[in-house]
């Protein structure tokens, strides 16, 4: 099983439509968990950390259930330049080491 | 701007010949960086941990002497593939903990 786990997509969606991507991760020792976005054949980008409270960046929210040991993103009216591949990710212990889901890949239309 | 760099950004190589890729953390210095390969519709993953002035930790399977890692300053880590085959082809992307784990821009390899 794959320590953190994606719906791989691709999910086509017109513009202004509200679309979720969710992800499960296998460690329950975990200590931090973010959303990454890439580009093709660029870096992977920090797009937002995520905590247990949920939490907000404009159009994007977050939300973490430790419990159930799943991340979600939720993005709202959607943009044509939100097309991208996102990444849950989710750092172990204190090693400092990142373990990337497959990532999932947003395509938004005209 | 950017914080990590690489280079090169691109090569392109015979099988067999060796390449060397540099992460330079450009403000601030770096004890430990890390090394991913990321192949086509794929994920990162993780191929080992480099460490100033110490050695590199591997992940497993990731063999340590087809690749390469020297850490010999807080901001430059080097990563050498060695001998490479076209298998070796990917997207290599280095990191470095500055206020946040910055990634570099990332090396496209092809072996040919």
């Known amino acids: 099983r794959k320590e953190v786990e994606q719906d791989p997509g691709p999910f086509n969606v017109p513009e202004g439509a509200t679309v979720a991507f969710n992800c499960t991760y296998s460690?329950?020792?975990?200590?931090?968990f973010f959303w990454y976005r890439q580009d093709c054949r660029k870096e992977p980008k920090l797009l937002m950390s995520?905590?247990?409270s949920g939490n907000e960046d404009g159009r994007f929210t977050a939300q973490l259930n430790r419990a159930s040991q799943y991340i979600s993103l939720l993005i709202r009216d959607s943009k044509l330049s939100d097309s991208a591949t996102y990444l849950c990710?989710?750092?172990?212990?204190?090693?400092?080491?990142?373990?990337f889901g497959q990532g999932t890949t947003l395509q938004v239309k005209p | 701007g950017a914080v990590v760099s690489q280079h090169p950004s691109r090569v392109i190589c015979k099988s067999g010949t060796s390449v060397k890729i540099e992460c330079r953390s450009l403000?601030?210095?770096?004890?430990?960086m890390f090394w991913y390969r990321q192949f086509p519709k794929k994920s990162l993953m993780l191929m080992a941990t480099?460490?100033?002035?110490?050695?590199?930790?591997?992940e497993q399977g990731v063999e340590k002497d087809k690749f390469l890692i020297n850490h010999a300053s807080l901001t430059l880590s080097t990563l050498t593939v060695t001998s490479a085959h076209p298998e070796d082809s990917s997207f290599y992307i280095c990191?470095?903990?500055?206020?946040?784990?910055?990634f570099g821009p990332g090396t496209r390899l092809t072996v040919t």
């Open positions: 995520v905590y247990s």
């Open positions: 460690n329950s020792a975990s200590q931090s």
């Open positions: 403000d601030f210095q770096a004890t430990t």
């Open positions: 480099s460490n100033e002035g110490s050695k590199a930790t591997y």
């Open positions: 990710v989710v750092r172990s212990g204190n090693t400092g080491k990142l373990i």
């Open positions: 990191s470095a903990y500055g206020a946040e784990q910055y």
